[in-house]
T-cell receptor, first 114, second 112 residues
Framework: DGGITQSPKYLFRKEGQNVTLSCEQNLNHDAMYWYRQDPGQGLRLIYYSQIVNDFQKGDIAEGYSVSREKKESFPLTVTSAQKNPTAFYLC?????????????FGNGTRLTVT | AQSVTQLDSQVPVFEEAPVELRCNYSSSVSVYLFWYVQYPNQGLQLLLKYLSGSTLVESINGFEAEFNKSQTSFHLRKPSVHISDTAEYFCAVSGRSYKYIFGTGTRLKVLA
């Protein structure tokens, strides 16, 4: 079955450490997205990529970095510059590069930084 | 800029009663509208979508939503809810910016 795999499901890190969240899709989708979810705030866009080797900042990109070297992979690095990294992170994708298809989501990674 | 407002953060309702979850959007361009459902510690699943055509869209599990352009709304309804419908529901809008904007979510709690 095609889908989006996010790993690990739970991640614990000490403050000051960088951490990379994995996102892999086998849907052959062109566009991929990273969202951050906090209670009561909905989903906020961190980064998105419409095509390999290209990505754009979302609304809350500060303290995060991404790469898109392969179509199926879009890892997110949470750097030590991110002031409040503890959150639930969701990766998503859509076919084509468009905006008229629904997002397909992975099951998320819950990051806790202490 | 586009935005989505879900005014109700929590909606408690008794089993077999009807429910409406409200969603209003703001956009200066044509939009596409979506409802997603999220169960605890999981990703979001598409419930239904409005892209064009009939303004009333339905899902396979009894939910429906109506696109109302004049009121810029896309409210979600179900005539009779089940315990299993307890979840968080998100309304989302997309447009030519290639971004998908989400509301803050509504927690539906179905009571026995």
């Amino acid at each position: 079955d095609g889908g989006i795999t996010q790993s690990p499901k739970y991640l614990f890190r000490k403050e000051g450490q960088n951490v990379t969240l994995s996102c892999e899709q086998n849907l052959n989708h062109d566009a991929m997205y990273w969202y951050r979810q906090d209670p009561g705030q909905g989903l906020r866009l961190i980064y998105y990529s419409q095509i390999v080797n290209d990505f754009q900042k979302g609304d809350i990109a500060e303290g995060y970095s991404v790469s898109r070297e392969k179509k199926e992979s879009f890892p997110l690095t949470v750097t030590s510059a991110q002031k409040n990294p503890t959150a639930f992170y969701l990766c998503a994708s859509t076919p084509g590069q468009g905006y008229n298809s629904p997002l397909h989501f992975g099951n998320g990674t819950r990051l806790t930084v202490t | 800029a586009q935005s989505v407002t879900q005014l109700d953060s929590q909606v408690p309702v008794f089993e077999e009663a009807p429910v409406e979850l409200r969603c209003n959007y703001s956009s200066s361009v044509s939009v596409y509208l979506f409802w997603y459902v999220q169960y605890p510690n999981q990703g979001l699943q598409l419930l239904l979508k409005y892209l064009s055509g009939s303004t009333l869209v339905e899902s396979i599990n009894g939910f429906e939503a109506e696109f109302n352009k004049s009121q810029t709304s896309f409210h979600l309804r179900k005539p009779s809810v089940h315990i299993s419908d307890t979840a968080e529901y998100f309304c989302a809008v997309s447009g030519r910016s290639y971004k998908y904007i989400f509301g803050t979510g509504t927690r539906l709690k179905v009571l026995a």
